[in-house]
């Protein structure tokens, strides 16, 4: 299994971007998708989360800004970010519980990794 981003890169304050993340491989199901960051100094941190049933959870710095949305099977997730600020700068990563194997079992799974960079 693998997710695959696509998108980040950079824009200056008050821009906006929009990332994508694609499974891909051999599995059952994805119950669970999200995108973290890691900004400098800080560790991974949630930015927004969106489960199996449609509940969408937002870290507060990113409300009203960011948007989580998604394909009816979660094989695709998309992070759509507006108003952006140099402290959104960072590694974004998007996240998947994966269901595989037989017997079925969940499991964790990141993306490489994809670059923002706001500049002010």
């Known amino acids: 299994v693998q997710l695959v981003e696509a998108g980040g890169g950079w824009v200056q304050a008050g821009g906006s971007l929009r990332g994508s993340c694609a499974a891909s491989g051999s599995f059952f199901g994805i119950n669970d998708r999200g995108w973290y960051r890691q900004t400098r100094g800080t560790q991974r941190e949630l930015v927004a989360n969106i489960g199996r049933n449609g509940d969408i959870k937002y870290a507060d710095s990113v409300k009203g800004r960011f948007t989580i949305f998604r394909d009816n099977a979660l094989t695709t997730v998309y992070l759509q970010m507006h108003s952006l600020t140099p402290d959104d700068t960072g590694v974004y990563y998007c996240?998947?519980?994966?269901?595989?194997?037989?017997?079925?079992?969940?499991?964790?799974?990141w993306g490489q990794g994809t670059q923002v960079t706001v500049s002010s």
């Open positions: 996240y998947g519980y994966v269901l595989t194997g037989l017997p079925i079992n969940g499991g964790d799974y």
